[in-house]
């Protein structure tokens, strides 16, 4: 009867506790980030933005894919979709392919915008990285631009042009 008491009482102690630490089971977390200036505006984590005027090419913009699980993230690739895909460029055509981080890696993963020469305006894409996170296995960035004519008065994009993009 004794034996079977302390069974129990061990059986219940387990319970109550629950699995050792080491005991649960390890997986990758995926995190995609902009990086400065808009990362550190709240909100914009998910978005990239660019901005250019005349027709002048600026540099590659990031984005920080990072791996806070405790886990291997396998990346199985980075595309861009919608109504201006193709003038947005992942600069990077190993990390578009797919890539592995470690538990605490990151990579950066360059962006490329490239107007249409006289297409004035917004301009809006998706970022979409596929990764094997079993909660976040698709990550949508939206990438957002602006082409202005120029730099003076009425070549400027509009107030609402600039905050709705």
Do not use: C, W
């Amino acid at each position: 009867m004794r034996r079977i008491a302390a069974l129990t009482a061990l059986l219940l102690a387990l319970v109550v506790s629950g699995l050792p630490a080491d005991a649960q089971v390890a997986e990758p977390n995926i995190r995609v980030t902009s990086q400065r200036p808009d990362s550190r505006v709240k909100g914009v984590s998910r978005r990239l933005i660019f901005s250019t005027a005349q027709g002048e090419s600026r540099p590659a913009r990031v984005v920080r894919v990072r791996n806070i699980g405790g886990a291997d993230l396998t990346v199985t690739s980075m595309s861009i979709s919608g109504a201006n895909a193709s003038r947005f460029a992942i600069t990077d055509a190993d990390a578009a392919d797919g890539f592995i981080l470690q538990p605490g890696g990151h990579r950066d993963v360059p962006i490329e915008f490239t107007p249409f020469a006289t297409g004035y305006g917004r301009y809006a894409a998706q970022l979409t990285t596929d990764s094997n996170d079993p909660n976040a296995p698709e990550v949508v960035t939206q990438l957002k631009a602006v082409h202005a004519e120029g730099y003076e008065e009425e070549l400027e994009p509009t107030l609402f042009s600039i905050l709705s993009t």
